[in-house]
């Protein structure tokens, strides 16, 4: 008896139909805009009208290349874009010219220490083995960008393990820092998604002293626990001289703005080796599923 068999489909690929699109016949027809591949007409997809679509599209691709990477889970690193490693700041310090410079590089020697902190906790978490059906868990994630960024991404790769990096369009250039694995170096043009995606597979977060954008990220998270919207997560504040000095959260407690359980979604911690211990503690203290 002859074999029979099905194909698997009837209509071509997308990339078959693209290629084929491209007929080199010119007419007044084919050379009008109209006449385009909906998903090959750049200026058809960036109007308006598509804005739907386009939170779709940066949704689905992330979700896709960290699914075809075999991750799990992520250790997200949050953190200042300006806190350089200690040669870098001594460098910076060496050239400051007046007193004011100086100082700001006085205390950006002194929160340099974080570089190696965060490098550091990146190769902890980066040799987590792998689980039983090969997913990689507390993959290195970062935002892609130089310091602190940097350093985390460059941990991973001192352990020659792949990391994360998610990158924003922002009106001045940012290049992903070289330590992030390219194949995960992504890039956003919304900030609401590239968030989500910071969130999403996160099952461990080291904040580190920031500026706007670490407080927006930080505090969207604690906001998402605090209201029960995500289930809780080991929440690493490094530094606790630097985050009680910027932010009073005690006195949010007394205003009566937040609850004094509140204080407890986070953990102020001050090296690599304590964070790493207070995430393994936290999920080793889970209740086993039933």
């Known amino acids: 008896m002859t074999e029979t068999r099905v194909p698997s489909r009837v209509f071509p690929r997308a990339k078959q139909d693209a290629e084929a699109a491209k007929t080199g016949i010119s007419t007044p027809q084919t050379e009008?805009?109209?006449?385009?591949?909906?998903?090959?007409?750049?200026?058809f997809l960036l109007r308006e009208d598509?804005?739907?679509v386009r939170f779709q599209l940066e949704l689905l691709k992330p979700q896709l290349l960290i699914d075809e990477a075999h991750i799990g889970s992520t250790f997200v690193f949050y953190g200042s874009a300006r806190i350089p490693e200690p040669d870098k700041a001594q460098a910076l310090l060496d050239l400051a010219t007046d007193d004011k410079s100086r100082a700001i590089a006085e205390r950006l020697v002194a929160k340099s220490k974080y570089y190696e902190m965060a490098r550091e906790l990146a190769r902890l978490a980066s040799n987590f083995p792998r689980d039983e059906s090969g997913r990689r868990h507390f993959v290195v994630c970062s935002g892609g960008g130089p310091s602190i960024m940097e350093a985390?991404?460059?941990g991973a790769t001192d352990v020659h393990a792949d990391s994360i990096g998610l990158n924003i369009v922002l009106p001045h250039e940012q290049a992903p820092n070289p330590y992030v694995t390219p194949s995960l170096s992504m890039q956003f043009h919304y900030f609401a998604l590239r968030k989500m995606h910071f969130l999403l597979?996160?099952?461990a977060l080291?904040?580190?002293p920031g500026g706007f954008g670490t407080f927006d990220e930080l505090f969207e998270l604690l906001t998402l626990i605090q209201t029960g919207k995500i289930a809780p997560i080991p929440v690493l504040l490094?530094?606790?001289?630097?985050?009680?000095?910027?932010?009073?959260?005690?006195?949010?407690?007394?205003?009566?703005?937040?609850?004094?359980?509140?204080l407890d979604i986070f953990t102020y911690v001050e090296s690599a080796a304590e964070g790493w211990q207070v995430v393994q503690r936290f999920y080793q203290e889970q209740t086993p599923p039933a």
């Open 201 to 203: 597979h996160a099952r």
């Open 206 to 208: 080291a904040a580190f």
């Open 152 to 154: 985390a991404n460059r």
């Open 50 to 52: 598509l804005r739907p």
């Open 238 to 262: 490094f530094g606790r001289e630097f985050w009680q000095r910027v932010v009073n959260f005690d006195a949010l407690v007394e205003e009566g703005v937040v609850s004094e359980r509140d």
């Open 32 to 43: 009008n805009p109209a006449y385009r591949l909906a998903f090959q007409d750049l200026d």
